[in-house]
């Protein structure tokens, strides 16, 4: 695919990385195995917590066994980000029982606002995925009433979405978005115009991700805040963190998912600039700088476990020697704090976040480099991985992020993303290449996988 070049337990004295016999030794099929049965035991326990103290709701608090809605009403964001992750991983009974959960009780006719973005790649993707895998046009119908109740977000002058959106009223708010809340639309709107034969969808999230690369910088880079009713920068912070990340990924994967070559296009022109701007070789790795995306300018060097993405993104687009430096870094990033931290400042080696919320990015990108470059490297970094989520973040009820790395001090969450994208990468790595065809799939930004069908809607 990669025509467009782009880019638990283990004692604390091993603590610092993979070994050299390690990550260069083999890694057996009875181990690849033994992974996967981890992995699946671990959704399987978490699923219990959720199914036992959590039951209807968003999500688990897997400390105080209590439950979480993100908004007045409960839109099952466990359920439907977990139902394709049991699919894959082969656990039927699971699956069963979210279907029956979501088709029984999933109403989108709330009196609630949304995160136009979240609900879009957590419930959107995912229902479109069901789908897809299972057949019922129920999940379709569903997706395609949520849609119609986020397609008002679309009605400013500029064509990129608000925020916020009332699923009842279609009353708008917050105006100051940023690329990936309004880029990262584009895959789930437009694969429901595939499936509907509509082809609004598709046409309504194509110009707003094209208004986004036409407010580019003259070299090339994008902002992390712009006012959708002018199309003014708020900010002129540029990086591949959050508020930009997938809206770079989104360009490429829609590329792959649509063959609409003006996302191709798009992705080559910030893939040249980010290459010239924003990479920070090391002795580490390649990390990410933040610059200013008039000028170029450095502004900060700040990484974390969002920008751990880029190096599966590199892998994917066929860029593997960029892939591996960038995933030097992210790898150095977790073991050089124990876990990885959501953010630090790789040229002071200081933590400014400390807290690991349980994300998939790290994993993901040893995913899609083992599938392409098939070293056992990859693996033994997932291992260290996964070993140590098993270690640090489980519970009697399920997993918890962790709220300080230094000392593993667990906190009360576990976000939907845990089943939708990191139990899934963490297994599918391991996994017989049999188990995803990544000719035939490409994954959301959530990991929800979506069927290529390159004709057009």
Known sequence: MGKYFFCFFVL?????????????????????????????????????????YAWGSDDLRPLTKTSRNWYKHSL?????????????????????????????RLDFNIDDEVQVFEITIRQLGGLITAYEL??????????????????????????????????????????????????????????????????????????????VYAR????GLVGEQVDVTNGKWVSTQSHISGYIDSYYEYLY??????????????????????????????????FMRHV??????????????????????CAYAGDIPAAKNIQDANYYMWTNFNMEPEEFNYKTDSVTSAYYILRPENLESCFYLYRYSHKTDYLWMAKRMVDDILAHCKTEAGFASIKNIRTYEQANSMESFFFGETLKYAYLVFAAPSSVDLNRIVFTTEAHPFKIETTLP
């Open 12 to 52: 604390s004295c091993f603590r610092v990385s993979v070994s050299a016999q390690e990550s260069t030794g083999s890694f057996s099929e009875a181990m690849k195995l033994e992974m996967c049965a981890k992995v699946k035991e671990a959704a399987q326990h978490a699923w219990k917590g959720y199914k036992n």
């Open 76 to 104: 099952l964001m466990t359920p439907v980000d977990a139902f394709d992750t049991f699919i894959m991983l082969g656990l039927k009974d699971e699956a069963r029982e979210v279907k029956e959960l979501i088709l029984s």
């Open 134 to 211: 299972d057949g019922d046009k129920k999940f379709l119908s569903l997706a395609t009433d949520l849609a119609n109740r986020l397609m008002p977000a679309f009605k400013t002058a500029t064509g990129m979405p608000y925020r916020f959106v009332h699923l009842q009223t279609g009353r708008l708010r917050d105006s100051i978005n940023n690329p990936a809340e309004i880029g990262t639309l584009m895959m789930e709107f437009g694969k429901l115009s595939k499936l509907t034969g509509n082809k609004v969808y598709y046409e309504t999230a194509k110009k707003a991700i094209m208004q």
């Open 216 to 219: 580019r910088s003259g070299i």
């Open 253 to 286: 994967k829609s590329w792959i998912l649509f063959g609409d070559k003006d996302f191709a296009d798009a992705f080559d022109v910030h893939n040249k600039a980010i290459k010239k701007y924003l990479v920070d070789k090391t002795n580490k790795g390649w």
């Open 292 to 313: 200013d995306m008039n000028s170029g300018k450095e502004t900060a060097t700040l990484y974390g476990a969002l920008d751990a993405f880029y190096a599966g993104l």
